[in-house]
Nanobody, 124 residues
Framework: QVQLVESGGGLVQAGGSLRLSCAAS????????MGWFRQAPGKEREFVAA????????YYADSVKGRFTISRDNAKNTVYLQMNSLKPEDTAVYYC?????????????????WGQGTQVTVSS
């Protein structure tokens, strides 16, 4: 069982930055691939970024590539999402998710554990 708690969301002007954190419980955090997803009102949950269990591989949605950076600190059981050059279209609830195994999914379904989400609002 893994519990995930996101933090770091808020209101920011376009062009600004935020860093989201996702703290995980449990001793086996380093065995899980981690992903960030977001969901805007009236839209489906969409992939943002993911990182392998070791941190050696990262993946990004085209819409955030070059602006967002995913990283993890296995000693702190935490995954981060650094978001720069934010745009109004980045406004959404951001969720972190954990998936055991080698595969790093880029769709929501395989992920086994989810946080409660943190709101990010980007004003124009």
């Amino acid at each position: 069982q893994v519990q995930l708690v996101e933090s770091g969301g808020g209101l920011v002007q376009a062009g600004g930055s935020l860093r989201l954190s996702c703290a995980a419980s449990g001793r086996t955090f380093s065995r899980y691939a981690m992903g960030w997803f977001r969901q805007a009102p009236g839209k489906e949950r969409e992939f943002v970024a993911a990182i392998s269990a070791s941190g050696g591989s990262t993946y990004y949605a085209d819409s955030v590539k070059g602006r967002f950076t995913i990283s993890r600190d296995n000693a702190k059981n935490t995954v981060y999402l650094q978001m720069n050059s934010l745009k109004p279209e980045d406004t959404a609830v951001y969720y972190c998710a954990a998936n055991s195994g080698i595969v790093v999914p880029r769709t929501p379904v395989p992920y086994e554990y989810w946080g409660q989400g943190t709101q990010v609002t980007v004003s124009s």
